[in-house]
């Protein structure tokens, strides 16, 4: 697709309640990024794709935080036993290349996230 | 400690005046450095980014921001602000072996006409 496509854009849960959320990156990037972005915070990383597997996940805050991408293109951030400190917008953002770039950094394209809220 | 400072959280600038907002970041080497703005209700888009040569780098929507190796700061400007500039304002480190960036916590720019 032309852009970074997150769904859903909200989503409200409830406190223990498992939930997904789903990216769908531009085609063609390898490189996949989750970011959680809490109020007033900047984002900040979760884990990195890199094709189908998980180049970097030190980004979890914990085992109840999962991501897969089984295809190498769509992405899904799996969350279980939500607490309300899982509140926030996670942002996913692809890339052409990613950690190999000589440069760092072709730039990232972010989605619009989806706003997570327990209650 | 390695950070992304961003000491504004919220600026107000009238239609018409200049911006400023700075960064600043503590790291050993010299970071890749980059601007992002989010607007409400919308994903993060890059201004501009600064990897080496000419520290004064160019970006879109009439921004531009200036590295100074000495005073490890990385500041953006613009000469005139629209009211569309209004949004969220992020400043961004990365490296050239690492893939992961760093953000500040970000400065909220509010347009008064």
């Known amino acids: 697709g032309a852009g970074v496509s997150q769904t859903p854009s909200n989503k409200v849960t409830e406190k223990g309640k498992y939930v997904e959320l789903r990216c769908d990156p531009i085609s063609g990037h390898t490189a996949l990024y989750w970011y959680r972005q809490s109020l007033g915070q900047g984002p900040e990383f979760l884990i990195y794709?890199?094709?189908?597997?998980?180049?970097?996940d030190s980004g979890l805050p914990n085992d109840r935080f999962f991501a897969v991408r089984p295809e190498g293109s769509v992405s899904t951030l799996k969350i279980q036993r939500t607490e309300r400190g899982d509140s926030a917008v996670y942002l996913c953002?692809?890339?052409?290349?990613?950690?190999?770039?000589?440069?760092?950094?072709?730039?990232?394209?972010f989605g619009s996230g989806t706003r997570l809220t327990v209650v | 400690a390695q950070s992304v400072t961003q000491p504004d959280i919220h600026i107000t600038v009238s239609e018409g005046a200049s911006l400023e907002l700075r960064c600043n970041y503590s790291y050993g080497a010299t970071p890749y450095l980059f601007w992002y703005v989010q607007s409400p209700g919308q994903g993060l888009q890059l201004l501009l980014k600064?990897?080496?040569?000419?520290?004064l780098v160019q970006g879109i929507k009439g921004f531009e921001a200036e590295f100074k190796r000495s005073q490890s700061s990385f500041n953006l400007r613009k000469p005139s602000v629209h009211w569309s500039d209004a949004a969220e304002y992020f400043c961004a480190v990365g490296f050239s072996n690492d893939y992961k960036l760093s953000f500040g916590a970000g400065t909220t720019v509010t347009v008064r006409a």
């Open positions: 794709f890199q094709g189908t597997g998980a180049a970097d």
């Open positions: 953002a692809s890339s052409l290349t990613g950690g190999d770039d000589p440069e760092g950094g072709d730039g990232y394209t």
């Open positions: 600064y990897f080496s040569g000419d520290t």
